[in-house]
């Protein structure tokens, strides 16, 4: 795995998503990183920490400079293999927490929403900034935005990609702590502990019945989500907004075409 560390503290697994040169962006090779770190888990393995490498960056999102050139096809099925690995997360039998270590934006605060439970150093950002680039969330986060901060906040989050401080994220519920970043792995390690000293039967049970109403129609509606990602793609807008990312200024005004 060139992309993702997977290490463990006793019967805790820890994931770190490691590219840190895109501030661990996400392409196809560290989807398949991150799956692979996936398949290493084991029953004993309680609970996970998903983070990210480096002190700046949880995840910056998709890979822009990938996306930028993909035709609609193309982007449904990069949508689908991130989020059928992000489902696949959110269904692990065991508990996950991301320790979110900067910027969480776009498909990293995705990742962070199908995790169970997030924490966050001071200097985390997050932000759905998808519609700044002519496409939306396609990972899954439409669908998961509005259970975590409410419908109102979360469609002002999808509709306008403004940028949101960890201190916000908390007062809104998206984030359960704020921690000093040299400390965040620390309390995200003892709050794994405390859940896997825990029998493990039950809390396997716990979250499989909370999940129980947040994963009705849940599938289905990911489908139809990943298409309307893929209606956003071979657009002048998609091409306007991703071009001028990668070439580092501001793009032109969107035309809707
Ligand atoms: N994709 C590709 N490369 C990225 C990236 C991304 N999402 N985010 C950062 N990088 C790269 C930059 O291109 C840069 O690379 P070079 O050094 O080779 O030029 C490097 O990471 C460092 O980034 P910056 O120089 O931009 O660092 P900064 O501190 O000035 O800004 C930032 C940091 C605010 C996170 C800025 O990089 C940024 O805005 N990144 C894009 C964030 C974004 O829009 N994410 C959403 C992507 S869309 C998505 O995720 C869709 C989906 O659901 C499938």
Known sequence: MQYTRLER??????????????????????????????????????????TGAGSKSFIAGADIAVMKDQNKLEAVAFGKKGSDLFRRIETLPMP?????????????????????????????????????????????????IAKVVGASMAKEMLFS?????????????LVNAVYEPETLMEEAGKLASRIAANAPIAVRAAKTAVNLRTDADLDADLEVAMQLYGSCYE????????TA????RKPEPFEDR
């Open 9 to 50: 503290n006793g019967n805790v697994a820890i994931v770190t998503i490691d590219r840190p040169d895109a501030l661990n962006a996400l392409n196809d090779a560290v989807l398949d990183d991150l799956a692979t770190a996936l398949d290493a888990l084991e029953q004993k393995d309680r609970c996970l920490i998903i």
């Open 96 to 144: 996950v927490i991301a320790a979110v270590n900067g910027y969480a934006l776009g498909g990293g605060f995705e990742l962070a929403m199908a995790c169970d439970i997030r924490i966050a150093s001071e200097n985390a950002v997050f932000a759905l900034p998808e519609v700044t680039l002519g496409i939306i969330p396609g990972f899954g986060g439409t669908q998961r």
């Open 161 to 173: 990609g403004r940028r949101m401080k960890a201190d916000e994220a908390k007062s809104c519920g």
């Open 235 to 242: 657009t002048a807008d998609q091409k306007n907004a991703m």
């Open 245 to 248: 990312f990668v070439e580092k």
